[in-house]
């Protein structure tokens, strides 16, 4: 009886052990995420604050140097980090969970799939953890959105605070829910593309041996898929920035996406690409060189 009592002790002194493990990584994916959402926010919200405009046609102006212009002139430098609040705190947020959930997503498919806890699995099965992290971010990153969106695209200056107040004072809880099919669409496909295919891209660029390419490679990955998830979904937040901002105006989901191609056309969808781009390269080239240098710093803490 006693080689039993000493191997179940064992067993749930491992258990207990990887369980303490689990949590560690877990408040550690949690805190390189926000650490990492806040730098890059930071970093290229200007370049946001231009997208947001553009898409709402603020000040009239349709090209990116237009609007930086436009809005210097009228506003002041100021004005490019009108609503840095509600991001910064939403993408530390949200990118602290984001890491989290993939953490747990990833987990959750290499068990199912037969891969060892230590592999990395496959390009899909990565893109898949990207999507299923995608949506289960949604609910925080749509409403934050939402307050960003009305207050860079207003002409009055408001707090993040203010504006958040108000929107609850009019329409109640549900006001932040305006435009979240579009988001959620738009949530799924950027974090598929973005896990999946920077992971696709690090591949490429190791070398034979399987090292792990540098800085310079994770900065020409982290910029080439945040292009190619804002290509595939800047549709998606166009109908979402329009619904958030007018709701009244743009009801529903087919109904945004009906009339922006009736009034504009498919490029109505590419309003501002250029903003869009540069904002994307900026800020998923900072993401995943933050996020590479963070994690090698919390390597070495542990």
């Known amino acids: 009886g006693n080689d039993t009592m000493k191997r179940t002790l064992k067993n ?3 258990t207990a052990g990887a369980s303490a493990v689990a949590a560690s990584s877990a408040a550690t994916e949690i805190c390189i995420g926000t650490l990492t ?7 290229a919200h200007p370049l946001d604050t231009i997208k947001t405009r ?13 609007c930086i212009i436009h809005t210097l002139r009228t506003d002041g430098p100021q004005a490019l980090y009108r609503g840095l609040h509600a991001p910064v705190v939403s993408s530390g947020l949200s990118c602290g969970l984001t890491f989290y959930a993939k953490a747990l997503w990833s987990r959750l498919l290499k068990k199912k799939m037969g891969y060892k806890e230590s592999e990395r699995g496959s390009i899909p099965l990565v893109g898949l953890a990207g999507a ?14 939402l307050v960003k969106v009305r207050c860079q695209g207003s002409m009055a200056s408001q707090s993040t605070l203010q504006c958040a107040m108000h929107i609850l004072r009019s329409d109640g809880l549900n006001g932040f829910t305006k435009g979240s099919t579009a988001g959620m669409l738009q949530l799924v496909t950027q974090w598929a593309v973005l896990f999946g295919g920077y992971e696709f891209m ?3 660029m190791s070398s ?3 090292t792990r390419p540098g800085s310079l ?3 020409v990955a982290g910029s080439a898929v945040g292009v190619a998830s804002w290509t595939l979904g800047m549709p998606f937040d166009i109908t979402k920035t329009k619904q958030q901002m007018d709701p009244k105006l743009n009801p529903t989901f087919t109904r945004t996406v009906r009339s922006i191609i009736q009034t504009q056309g498919v490029q109505g969808f590419y309003r501002g690409f250029s903003a869009v781009t540069a ?11 933050f996020y590479e240098q963070i994690s090698k710093i919390a390597k070495r803490m542990q």
């Open 12 to 14: 749930n002194a491992s």
């Open 37 to 43: 959402g806040v730098s890059s926010t930071t970093l």
């Open 54 to 66: 553009l898409q709402l046609g603020v000040g009239g102006s349709t090209t990116m140097s237009g």
């Open 132 to 145: 299923l992290t995608g949506a289960s971010v949604a609910p925080i990153v749509i409403p934050t959105d």
């Open 202 to 204: 690090m591949d490429r």
């Open 208 to 210: 034979a041996d399987g």
């Open 217 to 219: 490679a994770t900065l």
């Open 279 to 289: 904002r994307a390269m900026v800020s998923n080239a900072s993401f995943f060189w």
